[in-house]
């Protein structure tokens, strides 16, 4: 089992900033892609951001440009900066990580961006 435990989110005005966290615990041998997805309410939960093996990085269209992922390999923890928010980028950000045969998730952090 893997535990992930998110922090970071909360209330920025547009043209903000965030920093979320995610330390990942437990069973993480083998952990190959880490990540963040986020929900809205009353739409589909999106990817945001991915990192993989810790190098190779994946974006929403929606992000470029002005959200960054990295992980700190030491810490088993991953990070995403959160910059110029939006008021659509209002949504509960939940982490994710995968070791390619289970995935797991974090509770989810709100994050609200007011205009």
């Known amino acids: 089992q893997v535990q992930l435990v998110e922090s970071g989110g909360g209330l920025a005005q547009a043209g903000g900033s965030l920093r979320l966290s995610c330390a990942a615990s437990g069973n993480i041998f083998g952990i190959n892609v880490m990540g963040w997805y986020r929900q809205a309410p009353g739409k589909q939960r999106e990817l945001v951001a991915v990192?993989?093996?810790?190098?190779?990085?994946n974006y929403a269209d929606s992000v470029k440009g002005r959200f960054t992922i990295s992980r700190d390999n030491a810490k088993n923890t991953v990070y995403l900066q959160m910059n110029s928010l939006k008021p659509e980028d209002t949504a509960v950000y939940s982490c994710?990580?995968?070791?390619?045969?289970?995935?797991?998730w974090g509770q989810g952090t709100q994050v609200t961006v007011s205009s």
């Open positions: 994710y990580t995968s070791n390619g045969r289970n995935a797991y």
């Open positions: 990192i993989i093996r810790g190098a190779s990085t």
